[in-house]
């Protein structure tokens, strides 16, 4: 029985390692693409992002509704992999090489709001948040 119990175990192991190195591997070429409905269903333009429970904000001009994804990480080119994704929601993990990495989960009430939870590490330091995304204009640049 001992026997069996261990190889159980590391079978256990083994797999848990595997879907880890699985999430923070980056993602391969066009995996994000045809996976996000609920993001590529989003208006462009400014999007005001609200933090909870504070009530500070940022502003992010959305083109294509991933710009959501990795908001603490901006504009870093991170490998991505979409752990799940359906109509109205998307968690997506990305690592950003040297900077750290993110977990984000987004749910889409509408074309023009989204809520946003997020945690990770942004160059040694973690970070967690939950915010509400609204469309609010036209993005100046």
């Not at 462009?44 to 990480?73: A, F, M």
Request: hydrophobic content about 40%; glycine content about 8%.
């Amino acid at each position: 029985m001992k026997w069996k119990l261990t190889h159980v175990a590391a079978l256990g192991a083994l797999l848990a390692a595997a879907c880890f190195l699985a999430a923070a591997a980056p993602a391969p070429a066009g995996n994000a693409s045809p996976q996000l409905a609920a993001l590529d269903n989003l208006s462009p333009g400014n999007w005001e992002v609200r933090y909870r429970p504070d009530n500070t904000r940022d502003s992010v001009c959305v083109r294509t509704g991933r710009e959501l994804i990795q908001i603490r990480h901006g504009p870093l080119n991170c490998g991505q992999f979409v752990v799940e994704a359906t109509a109205d929601r998307a968690t997506i993990h990305y690592t950003c090489r040297g900077h750290g990495y993110g977990r984000t989960q987004l749910r889409r009430e509408n074309n023009r709001l989204v809520q946003i939870e997020s945690q990770g590490i942004f160059d040694g330091s973690p970070f967690q948040f939950s915010a509400e995304a609204r469309r609010v204009g036209s993005c100046t640049r």
